[in-house]
């Protein structure tokens, strides 16, 4: 009886590759953390554009301080647009809370407008100072599927720090009680945000 032997190679282990991740699937971002980033910014902007017609109205818009708080309410205009887009592009509900804002923000600007032009920019600076933050955390929520928007909020991020800083140049520091009064201010505004994701 004949034998064959066969030498065989030894077989190389196959290695085992494990895939990466594919880039192909582009993260998408969450649909209620979406719906919450549009609702409660169309509510902060809605309120912003009612704080500055308060101050309007009690300054005039042809005094000094008028035309600069002028400025900031146009770019305010800009941004409840985009929002007011946004929330019917991507059917989202706005907050139920609108009227309140209406009349909270109208009274807010018109109050620390009465207060003099030092209050006024200490309001702006207060309100402003929480909006420029929360702009900034909400990019880090957004997917690559919300560029456009990530790109959007980038922009209003910048107009309300440079709001911020209107503020501190014309002279809110020295507002009469400035530390008390854009502490109650940026908490108010907090208050405002948490409340405005979710009803
Ligand atoms: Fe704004
Ligand atoms: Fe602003």
Redesign the pocket.
């Known amino acids: 009886m004949q034998y064959i032997y066969i030498i065989t190679m030894p077989q190389k282990r196959k290695k085992i590759i494990k895939k990466k991740p594919s880039r192909k699937n582009k993260a998408t971002t969450d649909k209620n953390i979406l719906d919450e980033i549009i609702r409660v910014d169309h509510a902060g ?1 809605y309120g ?1 554009t009612r704080i ?1 017609d308060g101050q309007i109205a009690i300054f005039g818009k042809n005094s000094k301080i008028g035309k600069t708080i002028q400025h ?1 309410a146009d ?2 205009q800009e ?1 409840i647009e985009k929002f007011n887009e946004l929330i019917i592009e991507k059917n989202v509900r706005p907050t139920a809370l609108l009227p309140l804002w209406n009349v909270a923000g109208f009274a807010l600007g018109a109050g620390t407008a009465l207060m003099g032009e030092k209050a006024a920019m200490a309001c ?1 600076v207060a ?2 100072k929480v ?2 933050e929360h702009y900034r955390e909400q990019q880090n929520l957004l997917e690559d599927d919300e560029k456009e928007l990530k790109k959007t909020i980038a922009k ?1 991020e910048k ?2 720090l ?3 800083d209107i503020g501190l140049e014309h002279d809110a520091e020295n507002a009469i009680g400035y530390k008390a009064m854009t502490k109650v201010i940026e908490i108010g505004c907090k208050t405002a945000i948490a409340i405005s994701k979710k009803i």
């Open positions: 902007e912003a500055y900031m770019q305010e941004h702006t309100v402003e909006i420029g209003f107009d309300e440079e709001h911020h």
